[in-house]
């Protein structure tokens, strides 16, 4: 009886021999030329992560601190300090500006020198406006003697006065005609004007005051002028 054929047990392989024959000794090869280096600079590898690391995008110069946004501050807005039935009072740097619209009273025009001396205190100088507005009327012979000698005790510490009058017609020219008149007749030791546009009345005011607020633009005197003119507590008066 034939004996059953088995598979004879696999030999054993060493390590790193394919046919399980132990492999013929043999010297490490040599590196390829450049292997095991970098093929860039040292200076140029510290570089190319600094970059890799910055956020993509945006410039150093560009780039936002950490934290919230700080808003710009709000626009500086002429402060209300007399509100007449017939006249308010705002000052603004060192210019007083006076939005006219009715019958001027003694009351009033006390509360406006009170408010001019104020302003007065916290400059070398104060420019004065009016702006009359239509169906306001000029005072009587008795209060422009008030306001006169106002003037005339303060006329060192008054770099200009100006009067603007805005609307058409007889009452505009009513109006125009008697504060020329006025401008002609009195000696004031600042120059005194009267104008019909904003923008020639704002050259004339900040040329006035250069000398002791540069700050205050044509620009900023126009804005402030629209400013009371439509004011909400000039409006309720």
């Not at 993509?56 to 700080?70: D, K, N, V, Y």
């Not at 007083?96 to 001027?104: I, S």
């Not at 406006?129 to 006169?148: M, W």
């Amino acid at each position: 009886m034939k004996k059953p054929v088995t598979a004879a047990p696999p030999v054993p392989r060493a390590p790193g021999s394919v046919t399980g024959m132990r492999p013929a000794s043999r010297a490490p090869l040599p590196p390829a030329p450049g292997e095991g280096r970098s093929p860039f600079s040292p200076d140029l590898v510290q570089a190319m992560e600094r970059i890799a690391q910055e956020p993509r995008g945006l410039r150093p110069s560009e780039r936002r601190p950490a934290g919230p946004t700080p808003r710009p501050a709000p626009p500086e807005r002429p402060a209300l300090v007399v509100a007449e039935p017939c006249v308010a009072g705002y000052r603004y740097r060192s210019l007083f500006l006076m939005v006219w619209r009715g019958d001027p009273t003694a009351r009033a025009i006390q509360e406006l020198h009170e408010g001019v001396l104020s302003c007065m205190a916290d400059h070398p100088k104060v420019a004065i406006v009016s702006l009359i507005l239509e169906g306001a009327t000029p005072p009587s012979a008795e209060l422009r003697e008030q306001v006169r000698e106002f003037q005339t005790a303060n006329g060192a510490r008054i770099s200009a006065l100006a009067l603007v009058v805005k609307g058409v017609g007889f009452w505009a020219s009513a109006i125009i005609a008697a504060a020329t008149a006025i401008v002609r007749t009195r000696r004031t030791p600042f120059p005194y004007r009267v104008f019909r546009h904003d923008p020639t009345a704002a050259s004339f005011l900040a040329e006035s005051i250069a000398a002791f607020d540069g700050a205050t633009t044509e620009a900023d005197i126009v804005e402030a002028f629209s400013y009371v003119r439509a004011d909400r507590p000039m409006r309720s008066l």
